[in-house]
């Protein structure tokens, strides 16, 4: 008798991979001070730290990608546990700046992968909407990860825990997502999927495609510049940096798992267009807010970024499906290399604005919350640039939807 696909153990196990990325980001965002601390870093070293965590991804997200159908899901994911259980035990022994790039490294492949086998499997095990609602709740716990691992790191690091107890805390949801996929069946894949490599690459050289490519790269840092900093830049802001993430990804989290009514009311397009906008306000307002304020402006913030990453994917899915799972693959991969090319830039900027500071005599705290203020009004062009972009974008898809209806009615 042939085996069942248990698609809820399916589920929670992408679940609890996708917690384990959203672990990696938050835990070191937490403790990224710390290990500059500890081991005499820039903040800039300390970028491209950070990079080797989002170009890990986008390595293995590609490849995993063109080999989705041959290698398997299972497999994918089995690499995935290697990589993470690597970048854990590497980064928790690291010697200095060059062992904690390798080990990030690590940590970032292990996160690709975990996208690389889970956007199309639940694209595969779930139809029309309930697709939708079940890639936004998969969604979802990334920023309720991040939200669970930022009060985590907040509590040990107030507590007295060590940097390496932190990273230990990583192997828990490692473990619970190996367990829970080990002996499963896994769904095949739809047609549009099981397209050939030719048909794939074709699709992602159509102009929906490369505008959704180009975005993602933007949206991606918009949302990841600022989290990923949080706990350099906003140190002296008169707010805790870490519950300055943990409000921004918690209400994440609560807008992704209620997606559907918000997409349903403003579309695909109208979706990305608000979160440029609001974005853009809330990275403005984190630039010049201190004390209680830098909360509300978190609050903006979050409702901008919280749906430009499933919106983006979902638009990718939908718009070129035969793109299939190497264009999901693709379309996140560039969204997390944009966000390693942009680390150490960013690195770069606080290093700069700390200088520019320290020469117009500024010292301290108050050095560092100039800094970081600066280091954030340059990050909101980000935004800025995306509202113009997905303008463009509403009214494009407009007009083309427009001419398929009118080309439909003439040959009715």
Same mark, same amino acid.
């Given at each position: 008798?042939?085996?069942?696909?248990?698609?809820?153990?399916?589920?929670?196990?992408?679940?609890?991979?996708?917690?384990?990325?959203?672990?990696?980001?938050? /835990?070191? !965002?937490? =403790?990224? +001070?710390?290990?500059? #601390?500890?081991?005499?870093?820039?903040?800039?070293?300390?970028?491209?730290?950070?990079?080797?965590?989002?170009?890990?991804?986008?390595?293995? $997200?590609?490849?995993?990608?063109?080999?989705?159908?041959?290698?398997?899901?299972?497999?994918?994911?089995?690499?995935?546990?290697?990589? %993470?259980?690597?970048?854990? &035990?590497?980064?928790?022994?690291?010697?200095?700046?060059?062992?904690?790039?390798?080990?990030?490294?690590?940590?970032?492949?292990?996160?690709?992968?975990?996208?690389?086998?889970?956007? +199309? $499997?639940?694209?595969? !095990? @779930?139809?029309?909407?309930?697709?939708?609602?079940?890639?936004?709740?998969? %969604?979802?716990?990334?920023?309720?990860?991040?939200?669970?691992?930022?009060?985590?790191?907040?509590?040990?690091? #107030?507590?007295?825990?060590?940097?390496?107890?932190?990273?230990?805390?990583?192997?828990?949801?490692?473990?619970?997502?190996?367990?829970?996929? @080990?002996?499963?069946?896994?769904?095949?894949? %739809?047609?549009?999927?099981?397209?050939?490599?030719?048909?794939?690459?074709? !699709?992602?050289?159509?102009?929906?495609?490369?505008?959704?490519?180009?975005?993602?790269?933007?949206?991606? &840092?918009?949302?990841?510049?600022?989290?990923?900093?949080?706990?350099?830049?906003?140190?002296?802001?008169?707010?805790?940096?870490?519950?300055?993430? !943990?409000?921004?990804?918690?209400?994440?989290?609560?807008? *992704?798992?209620?997606?559907?009514?918000?997409?349903?009311?403003?579309?695909?397009?109208?979706?990305?267009?608000?979160?440029?906008?609001?974005?853009?306000?809330? =990275?403005?307002?984190?630039?010049?807010?201190?004390?209680?304020?830098?909360?509300?402006?978190?609050?903006?913030?979050? /409702?901008?970024?919280? @749906?430009?990453? +499933?919106?983006?994917?979902?638009?990718?899915?939908?718009?070129?499906?035969?793109?299939?799972?190497?264009?999901?693959?693709? /379309?996140?991969?560039?969204?997390?290399?944009?966000?390693?090319?942009?680390?150490?830039? &960013?690195?770069?900027?606080? #290093?700069?604005? *700390?200088?520019?500071?320290?020469?117009?005599?500024?010292?301290?705290?108050?050095?560092?919350?100039?800094?970081?203020?600066?280091?954030?009004?340059? $990050?909101?062009?980000?935004?800025? &640039?995306? =509202?113009?972009?997905?303008?463009?974008?509403?009214?494009?898809?407009?007009?083309?939807?427009?001419?398929?209806?009118? #080309?439909?009615?003439?040959?009715?």
């Amino acid at each position: 008798m042939e085996k069942q696909i248990n698609k809820s153990a399916l589920f929670n196990g992408s679940c609890f991979a996708i917690i384990t990325t959203a672990f990696s980001f938050s /835990i070191r !965002a937490g =403790i990224l +001070p710390i290990l500059g #601390d500890k081991f005499g870093l820039t903040a800039e070293q300390l970028g491209f730290i950070n990079s080797m965590w989002f170009l890990g991804f986008p390595i293995s $997200m590609v490849i995993g990608g063109l080999i989705y159908h041959s290698f398997g899901p299972a497999n994918i994911m089995r690499v995935a546990f290697v990589a %993470h259980t690597l970048g854990i &035990i590497l980064t928790i022994y690291a010697g200095g700046y060059s062992s904690l790039l390798l080990s990030t490294l690590f940590i970032g492949f292990g996160n690709g992968c975990t996208e690389a086998a889970c956007n +199309p $499997m639940i694209a595969d !095990a @779930y139809e029309g909407k309930k697709m939708n609602k079940m890639m936004n709740r998969f %969604h979802m716990w990334f920023p309720g990860g991040i939200f669970l691992g930022s009060l985590i790191s907040k509590f040990m690091t #107030d507590f007295g825990f060590s940097w390496q107890s932190q990273m230990w805390l990583l192997m828990i949801p490692t473990i619970i997502y190996a367990i829970l996929f @080990y002996g499963q069946k896994f769904p095949k894949p %739809h047609k549009a999927e099981s397209t050939s490599l030719t048909q794939n690459l074709r !699709a992602m050289f159509s102009p929906t495609f490369l505008f959704l490519f180009f975005c993602m790269a933007l949206t991606a &840092i918009s949302e990841f510049g600022p989290q990923q900093w949080v706990g350099l830049i906003m140190s002296n802001s008169g707010a805790s940096p870490m519950l300055i993430l !943990a409000l921004v990804t918690g209400l994440m989290a609560v807008g *992704r798992f209620f997606a559907g009514p918000v997409i349903n009311k403003l579309g695909q397009t109208g979706v990305l267009l608000s979160s440029a906008i609001f974005a853009s306000i809330g =990275i403005y307002l984190l630039s010049v807010a201190t004390g209680p304020f830098v909360y509300l402006a978190a609050v903006i913030f979050a /409702i901008g970024v919280c @749906y430009f990453w +499933p919106t983006m994917v979902g638009a990718a899915a939908q718009r070129v499906p035969l793109s299939g799972a190497l264009g999901l693959s693709v /379309i996140g991969g560039v969204g997390m290399l944009s966000t390693s090319i942009f680390q150490p830039i &960013i690195g770069r900027w606080i #290093d700069q604005a *700390r200088a520019e500071k320290a020469a117009e005599g500024f010292t301290g705290s108050n050095l560092e919350l100039l800094a970081g203020q600066q280091t954030l009004s340059q $990050m909101v062009i980000f935004p800025v &640039i995306l =509202i113009g972009l997905f303008i463009f974008f509403i009214i494009w898809q407009g007009k083309k939807k427009k001419a398929a209806l009118q #080309d439909e009615l003439a040959t009715s």
